[in-house]
């Protein structure tokens, strides 16, 4: 089956693209396994040098890349613009930081005798990237296995092929090298028999917690290494000292950002009863009034979802919520015509009963749940399968902080949303994954730390 682009803004299909076939995707593989041989001799400076060109490149097609985004997948241009910043931040960070993250380390042993531990590249490394970051999910993996000497094949979902297509054509201007960089145009069965292919020694996915278990099996399978970065239902809470005006804006833009299509959007709002009514007031104003449309004007405040099964999906969901007793502060829904539209829906009153209490939502719907104390935030927030982001306001950033801590998930941002920054580590735990991406961490997942060990 073809890949293909429908833009979400008015439902007619773009482009469509072509599977590869097997001789394809062996030339592809090939010409990657000759690239990683090759770089085994050439410096890590060479490389970083290639990644300020890259960045560079990038931020020159600024304009091109966001406007092929929101016609794939419907994002905000001006979003999709900040995106293409953070691509090119993520490659100068590994340019610049990275040669000094992959020195040799000493270490000691045996009462003063010396080791060494070195970074080597293990060969091909498949990334595996979902929609609703088209860009960013892809440098994410590229910047710092490039860096390192591990080629990258990618197998980006089929409603971006438009971008991911963009992004190969100027990795290829960038002159990467031959082999660095390939995007396939795959089947699942075609991704399979990629993974079990002797010469890739990595697989990163971004996706779904079904797509984790599938991928993590055929790694499994194959006795490679695997990164995860899965679902999220993040907490955004606050405690009964907030700011409340910074509050209620964060809370609003965290979870409507990308149309709320982000693994780390702020999916349920835990607010103290002190603080709730006030909170909720702020928060249904906003969310009422928010100004749908053309993902390509700039006064666009609420884009289209990505596709028609997402606004099905969702629209299910919310009224499977509601028929198990959720009640509803903001009613939204699908919006009838043409485009992916959904307007934005607050849920509340939700029992662990309820299917609801467990699910991620996928779009612009929230859930609010009051709480009494600082101790029942913990218990509410860690009462959840996933474990990914979250954030915690007060302004008693000490007290903020031990509730931070308390919290089971790989990133908890205080007084602030989450977001990424190409120093800090990004992953989760439970079903939200393991691994990380970014910052040194991300550096050496797909590392051979090799000790070199002296007598």
């Known amino acids: 089956m073809a890949y293909k682009v429908i833009n979400p803004y008015s439902g007619k299909v773009v482009k469509e693209y072509e599977l590869m076939s097997n001789g394809e995707i062996a030339e592809r593989l090939d010409q990657a396994q000759n690239f990683y041989k090759a770089q085994k001799k050439v410096p890590v400076s060479e490389?970083?040098?290639k990644l300020l060109e890259f960045a560079a490149i990038l931020e020159k097609n600024q304009d091109k890349l966001a406007t092929e985004a929101a016609i794939n997948m419907g994002k905000r241009v001006a979003e999709g613009k900040g995106e293409i910043l953070l691509c090119a931040n993520l490659a100068r960070y590994y340019a610049e930081q990275?040669?000094?993250?992959?020195?040799p380390k000493t270490y000691a042993y045996a009462a003063g005798k010396k080791a060494l531990l070195e970074h080597h590249p293990i060969g091909i490394v498949v990334s595996i990237e979902p929609w609703n970051f088209p860009y960013s999910q892809v440098i994410r993996v590229l910047a710092p296995n490039y860096l390192l000497g591990n080629p990258v094949v990618l197998k980006h979902a089929g409603i971006v092929a438009g971008c991911a297509k963009l992004l190969e054509d100027l990795a290829i201007e960038a002159d990467l090298g031959a082999g660095a960089f390939a995007n396939l145009f795959v089947s699942h069965d075609q991704i399979a028999e990629i993974i079990a292919d002797e010469r890739v020694q990595g697989v990163a996915l971004t996706g779904s917690e079904d797509a984790g278990r599938i991928i993590a099996g055929q790694a499994g399978k194959s006795l490679i290494k695997s990164t995860m970065e899965l679902g999220g239902s993040d907490v955004f809470v606050i405690l009964d000292d907030a700011d409340l005006e910074l509050a209620i804006n964060d809370a609003v833009g965290a979870r409507l950002r990308n149309a709320g299509q982000v693994c780390t959007s702020a999916k349920r709002y835990i607010v103290e009863k002190a603080v709730a009514a006030k909170f909720i007031a702020g928060i249904k104003q906003k969310f009422i009034n928010i100004k749908l449309g053309d993902p390509l004007a700039e006064d666009t405040e609420l884009a289209p979802l990505s596709s028609k099964d997402a606004v099905e999906?969702?629209?299910?969901?919310?009224?499977?919520?509601v028929a198990n007793g959720a009640d509803v502060l903001v009613r939204g829904?699908?919006?009838q015509g043409n485009g992916y539209f959904f307007k934005p829906v607050v849920l509340t009153n939700i029992k662990p009963e309820n299917p609801a209490y467990y699910q991620e939502f996928f779009g612009p719907v929230a859930q609010v749940y009051v709480v009494s104390n600082d101790e029942d935030v913990i218990e509410l927030a860690n009462d959840s399968f996933f474990?990914?982001?979250?954030?915690v306001y007060s302004q008693n950033v000490e007290r903020a902080h031990v509730v931070?801590?308390?919290?089971?998930t790989g990133q908890v941002f205080i007084n602030r949303p989450s977001g990424a920054y190409p120093e800090l580590p990004f992953g989760g735990v439970k079903h939200s994954g393991y691994g990380r991406e970014m910052s040194d961490l991300g550096l050496y997942e797909f590392a051979n730390e090799k000790i070199i060990v002296f007598n």
Not at 98 to 103: F, Q, T, W
Not at 313 to 321: I, T, Y
Not at 387 to 391: F, Q
Not at 404 to 408: G, L, R, V
Request: aromatic share 0%.
């Open 313 to 321: 999906g969702l629209q299910k969901q919310v009224e499977d919520a």
């Open 333 to 335: 829904g699908s919006v």
């Open 404 to 408: 931070a801590s308390e919290i089971e």
């Open 387 to 391: 474990g990914l982001a979250g954030a």
């Open 98 to 103: 990275g040669p000094d993250l992959l020195e």
């Open 47 to 49: 490389r970083a040098k």
